[in-house]
Protein backbone atom coordinates (compact mmCIF):
# COMPACT_ATOMS: atom_id res chain seq x y z
CA UNK A 1 0.00 0.00 0.00
CA UNK A 2 2.77 2.63 1.13
CA UNK A 3 5.19 1.40 -1.66
CA UNK A 4 2.04 2.20 -4.91
CA UNK A 5 1.88 5.86 -2.69
CA UNK A 6 5.93 6.43 -2.37
CA UNK A 7 5.52 5.91 -6.43
CA UNK A 8 2.82 7.99 -6.82
CA UNK A 9 4.32 10.56 -4.88
CA UNK A 10 8.17 10.43 -6.57
CA UNK A 11 6.05 10.40 -9.72
CA UNK A 12 4.35 13.80 -9.10
CA UNK A 13 8.16 15.18 -7.47
CA UNK A 14 9.94 14.61 -10.70
CA UNK A 15 7.25 15.99 -12.82
CA UNK A 16 7.06 19.10 -10.72
CA UNK A 17 11.24 19.30 -10.65
CA UNK A 18 11.06 18.88 -14.56
CA UNK A 19 8.51 22.17 -15.00
CA UNK A 20 10.43 23.94 -12.67
CA UNK A 21 13.16 23.42 -15.39
CA UNK A 22 11.75 24.08 -17.99
CA UNK A 23 10.29 27.23 -16.76
CA UNK A 24 13.71 28.47 -15.65
CA UNK A 25 14.76 27.78 -19.23
CA UNK A 26 12.23 29.07 -20.97
CA UNK A 27 11.36 32.88 -21.84
CA UNK A 28 13.11 36.00 -23.78
CA UNK A 29 16.62 34.59 -23.52
CA UNK A 30 16.38 30.67 -23.44
CA UNK A 31 19.06 29.22 -21.06
CA UNK A 32 20.59 25.53 -21.43
CA UNK A 33 20.41 22.86 -18.55
CA UNK A 34 23.73 23.74 -17.64
CA UNK A 35 23.60 27.26 -17.50
CA UNK A 36 20.65 26.99 -15.34
CA UNK A 37 22.92 24.54 -13.54
CA UNK A 38 25.70 26.76 -13.06
CA UNK A 39 23.81 29.57 -11.91
CA UNK A 40 22.02 27.34 -9.03
CA UNK A 41 25.32 26.24 -8.17
CA UNK A 42 26.33 29.89 -7.78
CA UNK A 43 28.35 30.56 -10.85
CA UNK A 44 27.00 31.27 -14.10
CA UNK A 45 27.27 34.68 -15.70
CA UNK A 46 25.65 38.14 -15.18
CA UNK A 47 22.97 38.04 -16.93
CA UNK A 48 21.54 34.40 -16.79
CA UNK A 49 21.93 34.38 -13.08
CA UNK A 50 20.02 37.97 -13.35
CA UNK A 51 17.33 36.06 -15.21
CA UNK A 52 17.00 32.72 -12.52
CA UNK A 53 17.72 34.31 -9.26
CA UNK A 54 15.81 37.28 -9.82
CA UNK A 55 12.96 36.94 -12.14
CA UNK A 56 11.81 32.72 -13.75
CA UNK A 57 13.21 31.23 -9.79
CA UNK A 58 10.60 33.74 -7.96
CA UNK A 59 8.07 33.44 -10.44
CA UNK A 60 8.22 30.09 -10.12
CA UNK A 61 8.38 28.92 -6.41
CA UNK A 62 5.38 31.45 -6.34
CA UNK A 63 4.27 29.95 -8.91
CA UNK A 64 4.09 26.15 -7.48
CA UNK A 65 3.14 27.74 -4.22
CA UNK A 66 -0.28 29.08 -5.26
CA UNK A 67 -0.97 26.29 -7.67
CA UNK A 68 -0.01 23.61 -4.71
CA UNK A 69 -1.99 25.87 -2.33
CA UNK A 70 -5.33 26.27 -4.35
CA UNK A 71 -5.57 22.62 -4.83
CA UNK A 72 -5.44 21.41 -1.67
CA UNK A 73 -7.81 24.52 -0.12
CA UNK A 74 -9.87 22.66 -2.77
CA UNK A 75 -9.75 18.93 -1.89
CA UNK A 76 -10.08 20.48 1.60
CA UNK A 77 -13.42 21.88 0.70
CA UNK A 78 -14.78 18.65 -0.92
CA UNK A 79 -14.43 16.73 2.35
CA UNK A 80 -15.71 19.65 4.21
CA UNK A 81 -18.85 20.36 1.75
CA UNK A 82 -18.95 16.36 1.28
CA UNK A 83 -19.14 17.42 -2.66
CA UNK A 84 -16.78 16.33 -5.03
CA UNK A 85 -17.58 19.63 -7.29
CA UNK A 86 -16.64 21.61 -4.27
CA UNK A 87 -13.87 24.45 -5.36
CA UNK A 88 -11.76 26.71 -2.85
CA UNK A 89 -13.67 29.72 -4.25
CA UNK A 90 -17.15 27.95 -3.34
CA UNK A 91 -17.46 30.27 -0.46
CA UNK A 92 -17.26 33.43 -1.57
CA UNK A 93 -13.48 33.99 -0.42
CA UNK A 94 -12.04 35.32 -4.10
CA UNK A 95 -14.88 37.71 -4.15
CA UNK A 96 -14.18 39.09 -1.47
CA UNK A 97 -10.50 39.01 -1.82
CA UNK A 98 -11.41 41.03 -5.40
CA UNK A 99 -13.34 43.33 -4.25
CA UNK A 100 -10.63 44.58 -1.79
CA UNK A 101 -8.34 44.11 -4.27
CA UNK A 102 -9.87 46.27 -6.99
CA UNK A 103 -10.99 48.54 -4.11
CA UNK A 104 -6.97 49.59 -3.24
CA UNK A 105 -6.82 49.82 -6.90
CA UNK A 106 -9.38 52.38 -7.46
CA UNK A 107 -8.06 54.28 -4.65
CA UNK A 108 -4.59 54.53 -6.20
CA UNK A 109 -2.62 52.26 -4.04
CA UNK A 110 -0.45 49.38 -5.27
CA UNK A 111 1.83 46.54 -4.25
CA UNK A 112 1.78 45.74 -0.44
CA UNK A 113 -1.32 47.76 -0.07
CA UNK A 114 -3.12 46.01 -2.97
CA UNK A 115 -2.51 42.26 -1.49
CA UNK A 116 -3.18 43.45 2.09
CA UNK A 117 -6.46 44.67 1.09
CA UNK A 118 -7.19 41.55 -0.95
CA UNK A 119 -6.26 39.41 2.04
CA UNK A 120 -8.80 41.26 4.40
CA UNK A 121 -11.26 40.92 2.00
CA UNK A 122 -10.72 37.10 1.71
CA UNK A 123 -11.11 37.28 5.08
CA UNK A 124 -13.90 39.29 5.82
CA UNK A 125 -16.05 37.21 2.75
CA UNK A 126 -14.70 34.02 5.34
CA UNK A 127 -16.46 35.36 8.49
CA UNK A 128 -19.33 36.86 6.83
CA UNK A 129 -20.62 33.26 4.75
CA UNK A 130 -19.34 31.48 8.28
CA UNK A 131 -21.50 33.77 10.22
CA UNK A 132 -24.38 33.98 8.07
CA UNK A 133 -24.78 29.94 7.56
CA UNK A 134 -23.97 29.34 10.82
CA UNK A 135 -26.70 31.51 12.16
CA UNK A 136 -28.89 29.52 15.16
CA UNK A 137 -28.12 26.17 15.63
CA UNK A 138 -25.23 25.14 13.84
CA UNK A 139 -24.23 24.91 9.97
CA UNK A 140 -25.13 22.29 7.61
CA UNK A 141 -22.36 21.51 4.18
CA UNK A 142 -25.94 22.56 1.93
CA UNK A 143 -26.08 25.84 4.40
CA UNK A 144 -22.53 26.43 3.71
CA UNK A 145 -22.28 26.50 0.08
CA UNK A 146 -25.73 28.19 -0.91
CA UNK A 147 -24.63 31.14 1.65
CA UNK A 148 -21.51 30.88 0.06
CA UNK A 149 -22.67 31.05 -3.44
CA UNK A 150 -25.13 34.03 -2.39
CA UNK A 151 -22.39 36.41 -1.03
CA UNK A 152 -19.99 35.36 -4.29
CA UNK A 153 -22.92 36.56 -6.55
CA UNK A 154 -22.81 39.86 -3.98
CA UNK A 155 -19.50 40.07 -4.68
CA UNK A 156 -19.87 39.76 -8.26
CA UNK A 157 -21.94 42.54 -8.68
CA UNK A 158 -19.54 44.58 -6.78
CA UNK A 159 -16.63 43.97 -9.13
CA UNK A 160 -18.55 44.77 -11.89
CA UNK A 161 -19.71 47.97 -10.50
CA UNK A 162 -16.03 48.54 -9.45
CA UNK A 163 -14.65 47.87 -12.83
CA UNK A 164 -17.49 50.49 -14.63
CA UNK A 165 -16.80 53.40 -12.03
CA UNK A 166 -13.15 52.81 -12.85
CA UNK A 167 -10.94 54.91 -14.83
CA UNK A 168 -10.12 53.03 -17.80
CA UNK A 169 -6.27 53.21 -17.19
CA UNK A 170 -6.52 51.33 -14.60
CA UNK A 171 -8.94 48.83 -16.14
CA UNK A 172 -6.51 46.26 -17.52
CA UNK A 173 -4.01 45.91 -14.16
CA UNK A 174 -7.71 45.38 -12.45
CA UNK A 175 -8.89 42.81 -15.28
CA UNK A 176 -5.42 40.89 -14.73
CA UNK A 177 -5.76 40.73 -11.28
CA UNK A 178 -9.05 39.41 -11.55
CA UNK A 179 -8.26 36.59 -13.72
CA UNK A 180 -5.40 35.87 -12.13
CA UNK A 181 -1.83 36.84 -12.62
CA UNK A 182 1.88 35.82 -11.11
CA UNK A 183 3.81 38.90 -12.17
CA UNK A 184 3.50 40.52 -8.64
CA UNK A 185 3.32 37.45 -6.77
CA UNK A 186 6.43 39.06 -4.54
CA UNK A 187 8.09 37.12 -2.23
CA UNK A 188 7.35 33.03 -2.85
CA UNK A 189 8.59 32.24 0.86
CA UNK A 190 5.04 32.71 2.71
CA UNK A 191 2.80 30.89 0.46
CA UNK A 192 5.81 28.27 0.37
CA UNK A 193 5.82 27.98 3.95
CA UNK A 194 1.97 27.93 4.45
CA UNK A 195 1.67 25.19 1.68
CA UNK A 196 4.52 22.78 3.31
CA UNK A 197 2.77 23.12 6.74
CA UNK A 198 -0.46 22.58 5.53
CA UNK A 199 0.97 19.26 4.31
CA UNK A 200 2.18 18.24 7.43
CA UNK A 201 -0.98 18.87 8.89
CA UNK A 202 -2.90 17.05 6.77
CA UNK A 203 -1.07 13.99 6.79
CA UNK A 204 -2.03 13.00 10.40
CA UNK A 205 -5.69 14.37 10.17
CA UNK A 206 -5.70 12.07 6.84
CA UNK A 207 -7.71 9.40 8.09
CA UNK A 208 -10.36 11.31 9.80
CA UNK A 209 -10.43 12.40 6.83
CA UNK A 210 -11.50 9.68 5.18
CA UNK A 211 -14.19 8.45 7.78
CA UNK A 212 -15.57 12.53 7.47
CA UNK A 213 -16.13 12.15 3.40
CA UNK A 214 -18.53 9.11 4.82
CA UNK A 215 -20.62 12.00 6.27
CA UNK A 216 -20.41 13.08 9.84
CA UNK A 217 -22.52 10.89 12.04
CA UNK A 218 -20.29 7.83 10.48
CA UNK A 219 -17.46 9.60 11.12
CA UNK A 220 -18.29 10.28 14.88
CA UNK A 221 -19.34 6.80 15.41
CA UNK A 222 -15.92 5.60 14.43
CA UNK A 223 -14.83 8.40 16.94
CA UNK A 224 -13.90 11.93 14.81
CA UNK A 225 -14.00 14.77 16.71
CA UNK A 226 -16.25 16.15 13.65
CA UNK A 227 -17.00 19.66 14.87
CA UNK A 228 -13.76 20.15 15.95
CA UNK A 229 -12.30 18.51 12.49
CA UNK A 230 -14.64 20.75 10.42
CA UNK A 231 -13.59 24.43 12.24
CA UNK A 232 -10.04 23.25 11.66
CA UNK A 233 -10.69 22.51 7.67
CA UNK A 234 -13.22 25.78 7.08
CA UNK A 235 -10.32 27.71 8.60
CA UNK A 236 -7.18 26.04 6.99
CA UNK A 237 -8.65 26.07 3.93
CA UNK A 238 -9.86 29.61 4.00
CA UNK A 239 -6.08 30.63 5.01
CA UNK A 240 -4.83 28.87 1.83
CA UNK A 241 -7.01 30.50 0.01
CA UNK A 242 -6.49 33.86 1.34
CA UNK A 243 -3.01 33.87 0.68
CA UNK A 244 -2.94 31.70 -2.94
CA UNK A 245 -5.95 35.02 -3.86
CA UNK A 246 -3.37 37.78 -2.34
CA UNK A 247 -0.15 36.71 -4.10
CA UNK A 248 -1.80 35.92 -7.53
CA UNK A 249 -5.32 37.14 -7.95
CA UNK A 250 -8.34 34.51 -8.58
CA UNK A 251 -7.17 31.78 -10.40
CA UNK A 252 -9.58 29.58 -11.66
CA UNK A 253 -9.82 25.73 -12.02
CA UNK A 254 -7.05 24.85 -10.37
CA UNK A 255 -8.56 23.77 -7.05
CA UNK A 256 -11.81 22.26 -8.80
CA UNK A 257 -9.79 20.07 -11.83
CA UNK A 258 -6.74 19.03 -9.81
CA UNK A 259 -8.15 16.83 -6.94
CA UNK A 260 -11.06 15.63 -8.74
CA UNK A 261 -8.41 14.34 -11.63
CA UNK A 262 -6.64 13.21 -8.84
CA UNK A 263 -9.29 11.23 -7.11
CA UNK A 264 -9.89 9.41 -10.40
CA UNK A 265 -6.64 8.30 -10.96
CA UNK A 266 -5.34 7.69 -7.19
CA UNK A 267 -8.17 7.18 -5.02
CA UNK A 268 -9.21 9.18 -2.35
CA UNK A 269 -7.65 7.98 0.91
CA UNK A 270 -6.50 11.58 2.07
CA UNK A 271 -3.57 10.77 3.45
CA UNK A 272 -2.13 9.83 -0.41
CA UNK A 273 -4.17 12.25 -2.50
CA UNK A 274 -4.00 16.04 0.00
CA UNK A 275 0.10 15.72 -1.02
CA UNK A 276 -0.54 14.49 -3.78
CA UNK A 277 -2.58 17.99 -4.75
CA UNK A 278 0.01 19.82 -3.32
CA UNK A 279 2.34 18.75 -6.07
CA UNK A 280 0.41 18.40 -8.67
CA UNK A 281 -1.60 21.80 -8.47
CA UNK A 282 1.71 23.61 -8.22
CA UNK A 283 3.37 21.63 -11.33
CA UNK A 284 -0.17 22.45 -13.05
CA UNK A 285 0.21 26.00 -12.16
CA UNK A 286 3.75 26.42 -12.94
CA UNK A 287 3.78 25.22 -16.27
CA UNK A 288 0.53 26.99 -17.21
CA UNK A 289 2.19 30.43 -15.62
CA UNK A 290 5.53 29.20 -18.38
CA UNK A 291 3.02 29.19 -20.98
CA UNK A 292 1.73 32.17 -20.18
CA UNK A 293 4.37 34.63 -20.14
CA UNK A 294 6.12 32.46 -23.79
CA UNK A 295 3.39 32.16 -25.50
CA UNK A 296 2.89 35.30 -27.43
CA UNK A 297 6.02 36.90 -25.78
CA UNK A 298 6.69 39.43 -25.25
CA UNK A 299 3.30 39.99 -24.17
CA UNK A 300 1.82 38.21 -21.02
CA UNK A 301 -1.39 36.38 -20.72
CA UNK A 302 -3.14 36.28 -17.22
CA UNK A 303 -2.78 32.58 -15.94
CA UNK A 304 -6.35 32.19 -14.95
CA UNK A 305 -6.62 32.43 -18.93
CA UNK A 306 -4.62 29.47 -19.24
CA UNK A 307 -6.07 27.57 -16.61
CA UNK A 308 -9.59 27.94 -17.36
CA UNK A 309 -8.68 27.20 -21.09
CA UNK A 310 -7.22 23.59 -19.99
CA UNK A 311 -9.54 23.46 -16.96
CA UNK A 312 -13.04 23.70 -18.78
CA UNK A 313 -12.60 20.91 -21.81
CA UNK A 314 -10.31 18.33 -19.16
CA UNK A 315 -13.24 18.73 -16.84
CA UNK A 316 -16.15 18.73 -19.30
CA UNK A 317 -13.83 15.37 -20.63
CA UNK A 318 -14.27 13.64 -17.39
CA UNK A 319 -17.70 14.67 -16.85
CA UNK A 320 -18.47 12.91 -20.26
CA UNK A 321 -16.41 10.07 -19.27
CA UNK A 322 -18.15 9.55 -15.94
CA UNK A 323 -21.61 9.32 -17.46
CA UNK A 324 -20.48 6.66 -19.88
CA UNK B 1 -7.51 -1.19 32.76
CA UNK B 2 -9.95 -1.24 29.80
CA UNK B 3 -13.04 -3.47 30.61
CA UNK B 4 -13.40 -6.59 28.78
CA UNK B 5 -16.47 -7.41 26.44
CA UNK B 6 -18.14 -9.19 29.44
CA UNK B 7 -18.80 -6.40 31.49
CA UNK B 8 -20.35 -4.27 28.38
CA UNK B 9 -23.25 -2.35 29.17
CA UNK B 10 -25.02 0.71 28.12
CA UNK B 11 -27.75 2.42 29.88
CA UNK B 12 -30.64 4.90 29.60
CA UNK B 13 -31.32 6.50 32.77
CA UNK B 14 -34.66 8.47 32.61
CA UNK B 15 -34.17 8.75 28.67
CA UNK B 16 -36.52 11.19 26.69
CA UNK B 17 -35.80 11.40 23.07
CA UNK B 18 -35.50 14.80 21.01
CA UNK B 19 -38.26 14.35 18.50
CA UNK B 20 -39.49 17.80 17.70
CA UNK B 21 -43.03 18.79 18.70
CA UNK B 22 -43.41 15.19 20.27
CA UNK B 23 -44.47 15.01 24.24
CA UNK B 24 -41.94 13.40 26.87
CA UNK B 25 -44.11 10.23 27.12
CA UNK B 26 -42.64 7.76 29.06
CA UNK B 27 -39.12 8.06 30.05
CA UNK B 28 -36.90 5.16 29.14
CA UNK B 29 -35.40 3.04 32.08
CA UNK B 30 -33.40 0.35 30.13
CA UNK B 31 -29.69 -1.63 31.09
CA UNK B 32 -28.86 -3.06 27.39
CA UNK B 33 -26.23 -5.76 29.22
CA UNK B 34 -23.62 -8.22 27.58
CA UNK B 35 -25.13 -11.13 25.61
CA UNK B 36 -28.08 -9.57 25.55
CA UNK B 37 -30.23 -9.31 22.48
CA UNK B 38 -32.53 -6.26 21.86
CA UNK B 39 -35.21 -5.33 19.76
CA UNK B 40 -36.31 -2.26 18.76
CA UNK B 41 -39.83 -2.42 17.08
CA UNK B 42 -42.49 0.33 16.47
CA UNK B 43 -44.10 2.15 12.82
CA UNK B 44 -42.44 4.41 10.83
CA UNK B 45 -41.63 7.48 12.10
CA UNK B 46 -42.05 6.61 15.92
CA UNK B 47 -38.12 7.38 16.57
CA UNK B 48 -36.17 4.32 16.52
CA UNK B 49 -33.32 6.17 14.32
CA UNK B 50 -33.57 8.92 16.52
CA UNK B 51 -33.09 6.64 19.78
CA UNK B 52 -30.05 4.87 18.45
CA UNK B 53 -28.35 7.77 17.56
CA UNK B 54 -29.11 9.10 21.23
CA UNK B 55 -27.76 5.73 22.62
CA UNK B 56 -24.78 6.03 20.48
CA UNK B 57 -24.39 9.17 21.79
CA UNK B 58 -24.45 10.93 18.37
CA UNK B 59 -27.27 13.33 19.27
CA UNK B 60 -28.59 14.89 22.47
CA UNK B 61 -31.35 13.46 24.42
CA UNK B 62 -34.15 15.60 25.89
CA UNK B 63 -33.95 14.88 29.20
CA UNK B 64 -32.33 11.81 30.80
CA UNK B 65 -28.78 10.06 30.29
CA UNK B 66 -26.78 7.77 28.65
CA UNK B 67 -24.33 5.55 30.35
CA UNK B 68 -21.35 3.31 28.61
CA UNK B 69 -19.89 0.84 31.29
CA UNK B 70 -21.23 3.19 34.12
CA UNK B 71 -19.63 6.51 32.89
CA UNK B 72 -21.79 8.84 30.98
CA UNK B 73 -21.43 8.54 27.65
CA UNK B 74 -21.55 12.61 27.23
CA UNK B 75 -18.83 12.69 28.98
CA UNK B 76 -15.95 10.20 27.19
CA UNK B 77 -13.97 11.56 24.07
CA UNK B 78 -15.42 9.96 20.81
CA UNK B 79 -12.37 8.10 20.15
CA UNK B 80 -12.95 5.88 23.77
CA UNK B 81 -16.41 5.70 23.10
CA UNK B 82 -15.96 3.88 19.16
CA UNK B 83 -13.86 1.45 20.86
CA UNK B 84 -16.55 -0.12 22.92
CA UNK B 85 -19.19 1.15 21.03
CA UNK B 86 -20.19 0.30 17.12
CA UNK B 87 -23.52 1.46 15.06
CA UNK B 88 -24.55 -0.41 11.74
CA UNK B 89 -26.75 3.36 9.99
CA UNK B 90 -29.40 2.80 7.78
CA UNK B 91 -28.18 5.86 5.80
CA UNK B 92 -24.64 6.27 4.36
CA UNK B 93 -22.99 8.50 1.95
CA UNK B 94 -21.09 7.30 -0.81
CA UNK B 95 -20.46 10.56 -2.53
CA UNK B 96 -16.52 10.41 -3.08
CA UNK B 97 -15.19 6.89 -4.46
CA UNK B 98 -14.13 4.03 -2.35
CA UNK B 99 -13.04 0.44 -2.70
CA UNK B 100 -15.21 -2.33 -0.62
CA UNK B 101 -12.11 -2.98 1.54
CA UNK B 102 -11.26 0.65 2.08
CA UNK B 103 -14.39 1.12 3.67
CA UNK B 104 -14.38 -1.77 5.93
CA UNK B 105 -11.26 -0.72 7.22
CA UNK B 106 -11.97 2.45 8.55
CA UNK B 107 -13.37 0.62 11.17
CA UNK B 108 -10.12 0.19 12.70
CA UNK B 109 -9.95 4.30 12.46
CA UNK B 110 -11.24 4.39 16.42
CA UNK B 111 -7.83 1.82 17.53
CA UNK B 112 -4.78 3.82 15.49
CA UNK B 113 -3.16 7.40 16.16
CA UNK B 114 -2.80 9.66 13.66
CA UNK B 115 0.60 8.86 12.12
CA UNK B 116 -0.35 4.96 12.10
CA UNK B 117 -0.81 3.48 8.85
CA UNK B 118 -3.77 0.29 8.95
CA UNK B 119 -1.23 -2.23 10.27
CA UNK B 120 -1.26 -6.16 8.72
CA UNK B 121 -3.15 -7.15 11.82
CA UNK B 122 -5.96 -4.34 11.01
CA UNK B 123 -6.25 -5.72 7.29
CA UNK B 124 -6.71 -9.06 8.85
CA UNK B 125 -9.29 -8.06 10.44
CA UNK B 126 -11.02 -6.08 7.72
CA UNK B 127 -10.68 -9.65 5.25
CA UNK B 128 -12.14 -11.92 7.90
CA UNK B 129 -15.40 -9.76 8.30
CA UNK B 130 -15.23 -9.21 4.37
CA UNK B 131 -15.46 -13.04 4.39
CA UNK B 132 -17.85 -13.40 7.37
CA UNK B 133 -20.55 -11.41 5.34
CA UNK B 134 -19.91 -13.39 1.51
CA UNK B 135 -18.43 -9.91 0.14
CA UNK B 136 -14.43 -10.82 0.14
CA UNK B 137 -14.49 -11.08 -3.18
CA UNK B 138 -15.67 -7.67 -3.74
CA UNK B 139 -12.71 -6.17 -2.22
CA UNK B 140 -11.60 -4.37 -4.73
CA UNK B 141 -15.05 -2.97 -6.52
CA UNK B 142 -16.05 0.19 -5.84
CA UNK B 143 -18.54 0.73 -3.35
CA UNK B 144 -21.41 2.74 -5.52
CA UNK B 145 -21.20 -0.20 -7.87
CA UNK B 146 -22.62 -2.45 -4.76
CA UNK B 147 -26.17 -3.76 -4.79
CA UNK B 148 -28.01 -2.51 -1.80
CA UNK B 149 -27.73 -5.53 -0.14
CA UNK B 150 -24.21 -5.67 -0.97
CA UNK B 151 -23.74 -2.37 0.44
CA UNK B 152 -26.31 -3.32 3.53
CA UNK B 153 -23.47 -6.07 4.22
CA UNK B 154 -20.40 -3.90 3.57
CA UNK B 155 -21.75 -1.53 6.48
CA UNK B 156 -22.14 -4.78 9.00
CA UNK B 157 -18.55 -6.17 7.94
CA UNK B 158 -17.28 -2.31 9.17
CA UNK B 159 -18.56 -2.39 12.52
CA UNK B 160 -17.27 -6.08 12.68
CA UNK B 161 -13.60 -4.95 12.14
CA UNK B 162 -14.68 -1.80 14.29
CA UNK B 163 -15.34 -4.91 17.26
CA UNK B 164 -17.03 -3.01 19.51
CA UNK B 165 -18.78 -4.60 23.09
CA UNK B 166 -21.87 -2.59 22.04
CA UNK B 167 -23.37 -3.33 18.98
CA UNK B 168 -26.28 -0.98 17.58
CA UNK B 169 -27.96 -1.48 14.41
CA UNK B 170 -30.84 0.12 12.47
CA UNK B 171 -32.29 -2.43 10.38
CA UNK B 172 -29.92 -4.83 10.07
CA UNK B 173 -31.65 -6.80 7.47
CA UNK B 174 -32.58 -4.17 5.04
CA UNK B 175 -32.17 -4.85 1.41
CA UNK B 176 -31.12 -8.16 2.42
CA UNK B 177 -31.99 -11.79 0.42
CA UNK B 178 -33.90 -14.40 3.16
CA UNK B 179 -30.91 -16.61 3.44
CA UNK B 180 -28.57 -13.18 4.06
CA UNK B 181 -30.87 -11.72 6.63
CA UNK B 182 -30.72 -15.20 8.33
CA UNK B 183 -27.15 -14.66 8.37
CA UNK B 184 -26.89 -11.26 9.56
CA UNK B 185 -29.09 -12.30 12.69
CA UNK B 186 -27.21 -15.38 13.37
CA UNK B 187 -23.64 -13.24 12.65
CA UNK B 188 -25.26 -11.26 16.18
CA UNK B 189 -26.56 -13.89 17.85
CA UNK B 190 -23.03 -14.94 18.04
CA UNK B 191 -22.32 -11.77 18.82
CA UNK B 192 -23.87 -11.86 21.75
CA UNK B 193 -23.43 -14.99 22.74
CA UNK B 194 -19.52 -14.03 22.66
CA UNK B 195 -20.19 -11.47 25.58
CA UNK B 196 -21.49 -8.71 23.54
CA UNK B 197 -24.78 -6.65 23.86
CA UNK B 198 -26.67 -6.21 20.60
CA UNK B 199 -29.18 -3.30 20.65
CA UNK B 200 -31.31 -3.58 16.63
CA UNK B 201 -34.51 -1.71 15.18
CA UNK B 202 -36.20 -4.36 12.99
CA UNK B 203 -39.16 -3.95 11.00
CA UNK B 204 -39.76 -7.87 10.72
CA UNK B 205 -41.87 -9.05 14.21
CA UNK B 206 -40.79 -12.65 12.73
CA UNK B 207 -36.99 -11.64 13.03
CA UNK B 208 -37.71 -10.22 16.37
CA UNK B 209 -39.59 -13.03 17.94
CA UNK B 210 -37.20 -15.56 17.09
CA UNK B 211 -33.61 -13.42 17.66
CA UNK B 212 -34.09 -11.29 20.40
CA UNK B 213 -34.27 -11.89 24.08
CA UNK B 214 -35.36 -8.85 24.88
CA UNK B 215 -37.67 -6.31 23.23
CA UNK B 216 -38.92 -2.50 23.51
CA UNK B 217 -41.88 -1.10 21.88
CA UNK B 218 -42.06 2.52 20.64
CA UNK B 219 -45.86 3.61 20.18
CA UNK B 220 -46.24 6.83 18.30
CA UNK B 221 -47.68 8.82 21.36
CA UNK B 222 -44.55 8.16 23.00
CA UNK B 223 -45.47 5.48 25.26
CA UNK B 224 -43.25 2.73 25.34
CA UNK B 225 -42.68 -0.91 26.96
CA UNK B 226 -39.94 -3.12 27.76
CA UNK B 227 -38.77 -6.38 28.98
CA UNK B 228 -38.07 -10.36 28.01
CA UNK B 229 -39.10 -11.07 24.93
CA UNK B 230 -41.19 -14.17 25.51
CA UNK B 231 -43.49 -11.13 27.66
CA UNK B 232 -43.42 -8.51 25.19
CA UNK B 233 -45.01 -10.91 22.26
CA UNK B 234 -48.52 -10.37 23.29
CA UNK B 235 -50.52 -10.05 20.33
CA UNK B 236 -52.73 -7.45 20.95
CA UNK B 237 -50.09 -5.32 22.23
CA UNK B 238 -48.17 -5.49 18.68
CA UNK B 239 -51.84 -5.08 17.09
CA UNK B 240 -52.17 -1.95 18.71
CA UNK B 241 -48.24 -0.90 17.94
CA UNK B 242 -48.68 -1.02 14.84
CA UNK B 243 -52.36 -0.14 14.28
CA UNK B 244 -52.47 -3.75 12.41
CA UNK B 245 -54.57 -6.59 13.34
CA UNK B 246 -52.87 -10.22 13.29
CA UNK B 247 -52.79 -13.92 12.38
CA UNK B 248 -50.56 -16.16 15.10
CA UNK B 249 -49.11 -19.75 14.52
CA UNK B 250 -46.23 -21.17 16.65
CA UNK B 251 -43.37 -22.95 14.47
CA UNK B 252 -40.30 -24.27 15.68
CA UNK B 253 -41.18 -22.82 19.65
CA UNK B 254 -41.30 -19.48 18.35
CA UNK B 255 -44.65 -17.36 17.46
CA UNK B 256 -45.06 -16.08 14.28
CA UNK B 257 -47.57 -13.38 13.00
CA UNK B 258 -48.70 -12.41 9.82
CA UNK B 259 -51.10 -9.46 8.64
CA UNK B 260 -54.84 -10.67 9.31
CA UNK B 261 -56.73 -10.51 6.16
Redesign the interface.
Known sequence: ??DAWLRSLGGLALAALAALGLSLALGSVALAPEQILAVLGGQGEALSRTLVMELRLPRALAAFAVGGLLALAGALM?VLL???LADPYVLGLSGGASVGALGAMLAGLGGMLVSGSAFAGALVSTLLVFGLAHGRGGWTPARLLLTGVVVAAGWGAVVTLMLVVSPAERLPGMLYWLMGDLAYAGSPWPPLALLLAACLLA???G??L??L???P??A???????RRLEWALYLVASLMTAVAVTAAGSIGFVGLVVPHML??TL???Q?LLLPACALAGGTLLLLADTLARTVIAPEQLPVGVITALLGVPTFLYLLYRGQG | MRPGPASACLEARDLVIEVPGRPDGRALDLRLAAGQRWGVLGPNGVGKTTLLHTLAGLRAPRRGEVRLDGRPLASLRRREAARRLGLVFQERHDDFPATVRETALIGRHPYLSPWRLEGVEDLRLAEAALARLDIAHLAERRVDTLSGGERQRLAIATVLTQAPAIWLADEPTNHLDLHHQAAVMELLAEQAGAGHAVLMCLHDLNLAARWCDHLLLLYPDGEACWGPAEVMLVPEALERLYGQRLATARIDGAPVFVPAR
Open positions: MTQRNPLPLRSNVARGLQAALGVAVRLGNDR
